[in-house]
Every structure is written in C-alpha cells, then in structure tokens.
C-alpha cells in the first residue's frame, strides 16, 4: 500500500492549507520522519488511524489517498 502524499499536499496547498511534510507531521501529532518514511513507502504497515487522520487533513477518501501495490502470494 502507497500513501499518494504528493497529491495530498497538492489537495492541501490547492484548498490554502500548510501542506509541507513538516506540518503535516505537527498537525498529525507525529514526528517529521514519520512522514517522511510513508512518502518513501519505508512504512509497509501503516494504521488506520494513520489513513483517518490523512483523510480528515486532507479532505481526501480513503480510495482517493491509497495506491495498492502489487504483492507475492502467499505473504
């Protein structure tokens, strides 16, 4: 799974909101390296909550912020 975080922040930059990877990560309440490792795709596992809250900054659905990835079967 691939968080779409440069077209999140297009969406937040579009609607006039601070959208660098800094302040996503001071409004999510995370550190800067978080982000970062999700926009890297480093973070495989990522939350829920992670998605709830990217979704609630952004004003982006779930389908519109997540990129599936292809994978190996069986995991």
């Known amino acids: 799974m691939k968080i779409r975080l440069r077209e ?3 969406r ?3 609607d006039g909101k ?3 990877q800094e302040e996503i990560a001071k409004r999510l309440g995370v550190g800067r390296r978080t982000i970062t490792s999700i926009a ?3 973070m495989k ?3 829920g909550l992670y998605i709830d809250a990217f979704c609630a900054i952004s004003g982006m659905a779930p389908g519109e912020l ?3 990835e292809p994978v190996t079967l069986p995991l």
């Open 45 to 47: 596992n990522i939350s």
């Open 66 to 68: 997540i990129e599936a």
């Open 40 to 42: 890297l795709g480093e």
């Open 18 to 20: 601070p959208s660098s």
């Open 8 to 10: 999140m922040q297009g």
């Open 12 to 14: 937040m930059a579009d």
